[in-house]
């Protein structure tokens, strides 16, 4: 085996292939990234409209709980496959990459929602009735009372779901997107060891992961610090945290 | 829309989905409480063992928690034959979820132990309380409390992430859906319907864990 490391090691370190591996180390981030911003609006605006309290939206409210639990419980895998086939099925010919997009979209935005949903409960109910007395409308008193309070409680948790839906997205070269997964893959099957395809990837999937990790942590010290609240509240950030993949 | 859809053909297939949901949840469940009696030893390790024991059991956690499952999978699959031990599919996906699942579960019960106060150990320690009775009557109520939630939500994630093990063959659900949908080309309806039987998979597992805990630990769980 490590023969046959040593063999294949000038052959595999080279200028090109350091640049494929880079190439695929931006596939998989920028992937993570647009579906984590686009599900973290989409999960804003999903939470405005379930927290709702108008008689009229109770479908619609019924409708989003019923989004986020489901899609809360389906594996990414199954999820990439359904997107896939349904867009095609409907006719969009996209390209794989942004299949990949939006599976992550949609998983994102049912993790994140629970997020801010918890950052909303975190706000104390007589900022709401403040509010209302001061004359805000529904969408004044998110914007300038809650959400200023809610952010301590949602960015650490959001956060680490980015980090997870960094590691999420290799499962996207299932269907066929470039990315560091697919990159190992090619490399295993034109007769390079698996020892080395596959643990660049490993190394490289960690050079990325743990980095960010600690930065979560630490924005996460941060924000408590600053933002301590007096002894006995609930904590800062809820024990209930689901995480969305491996 | 040039698809039409063919729910019946795709129902009938159901037995099989099925029993592949069987393998998942044995797959899962060996592999995750496995994890659990590993991750005890390596959190026990952890918060009482030498200087070295404690750097490399945080190395291992640290390596396991930020790689994702399907690299390390991959890993050992094609790895392992490298080095002349030929293993099923299906144990070496075992394997890694045992690997994943004692790292992070690790990462939880050292946060659970970590949480009980100092004062409540000063207490039992006033109250004249041997070693034994301090586990058995602070810590291990405290840190069940506390470790309730995030392992209950981490056999959930286990359940998903094991839908992985379609990859390398193994018949579970999602890999059974594989294989029929390559039969059949019903894509969307077999994977719906995969999809639907894990939600109701881990609605199942959640509102047993939720029994279970308020059974034994007293905890308000919640299930939704």
């Known amino acids: 085996m490590f023969e046959n490391v040593l063999r294949q090691a000038d052959v595999f370190f080279t200028w090109e292939n350091a640049l494929l591996w ?5 596939t998989t981030l920028s992937m993570a990234v ?8 989409l999960a804003c605006v999903l939470v405005y409209f379930r927290s709702s309290p108008h008689r009229a939206l109770l479908p619609l409210r019924l409708l989003l709980i019923l989004y986020v639990e489901i899609f ?7 999820l990439i496959f359904l997107v896939l086939f349904l867009t095609r099925a409907l006719g969009f010919r996209l390209p794989l990459y942004w299949v990949a997009c939006i599976t992550v979209t949609i998983s994102a935005t049912a993790f994140i929602a629970e997020i801010v949903r918890a950052g909303y409960e975190s706000v104390h109910r007589t900022q709401w009735d403040a509010a209302e007395v ?14 200023p309070q809610a952010w301590t409680v949602i960015i650490p948790p959001a956060f680490s779901y980015f980090v997870m839906f960094v590691k999420e997205t290799s499962l996207a070269s299932q269907v066929g997107v470039y990315e560091l997964m697919q990159t190992a893959k090619y490399f295993n099957n034109i007769g ?19 980095p960010l990790t600690r930065f979560g942590w630490r924005i996460e010290r941060r924000l408590r610090e600053r933002f301590r609240r007096e002894e006995g509240a609930e904590p800062l950030v809820p024990a209930l945290r689901p995480l969305p993949g491996l | 829309m040039d698809y039409t859809f063919q729910w019946g053909v795709a129902f009938g297939y159901l037995p099989e989905l099925l029993q592949g949901a069987w393998v998942t949840f044995h797959l899962t469940f060996i592999g995750f409480w496995s994890g659990l009696a590993i991750a005890v030893f390596l959190a026990v390790g952890q918060l009482y063992g030498g200087r070295l024991l404690r750097r490399s059991i945080s190395v291992y956690v640290v390596f396991f928690t930020n790689t994702p499952s399907l690299v390390t999978a991959f890993f050992i699959y094609y790895g392992l034959p490298e080095v002349g031990i030929l293993w099923s599919p299906y144990v070496c996906i075992l394997v890694n979820l045992v690997l994943k699942a004692s790292a992070f579960l690790t990462d939880a019960i050292r946060g659970g132990v970590a949480s009980v106060r100092v004062s409540e150990m000063e207490a039992a320690e ?36 094991s839908a992985l093990a379609a990859i390398f063959g193994v018949e579970e659900l999602t890999g059974t859906a594989f294989n029929i949908a390559a039969e059949t080309f019903r894509t969307i ?4 319907i995969a999809a639907g039987i894990y939600v109701l998979m881990t ?20 299930i939704f």
């Open chain 1, 22 to 26: 880079l190439r695929a180390l931006g």
């Open chain 1, 34 to 41: 647009i579906g984590c911003c686009l599900g973290f609006i």
């Open chain 1, 72 to 78: 809360r419980r389906i594996p990414f895998l199954v």
């Open chain 1, 134 to 147: 001061m004359n805000f409308g529904r969408f004044r008193t998110v914007w300038l009372v809650v959400m």
């Open chain 1, 192 to 210: 390079i060891s698996p020892f080395l395809a596959f643990g660049t990837c490993l190394a490289l999937y960690f050079m990325v992961s743990y």
């Open chain 2, 126 to 161: 006033t109250l004249g309380f041997s070693m034994l009775q301090k586990i058995r009557y602070v810590i291990v109520p405290h840190v069940a409390k506390t470790l309730y939630a995030p392992i209950s939500n981490l056999y959930i994630v286990f359940i998903l992430g």
């Open chain 2, 189 to 192: 309806e077999i994977y719906s």
């Open chain 2, 203 to 222: 609605v199942a597992a959640s509102a047993l864990l939720a029994l279970v805990g308020r059974w034994a630990f007293r905890v308000r769980a919640r």
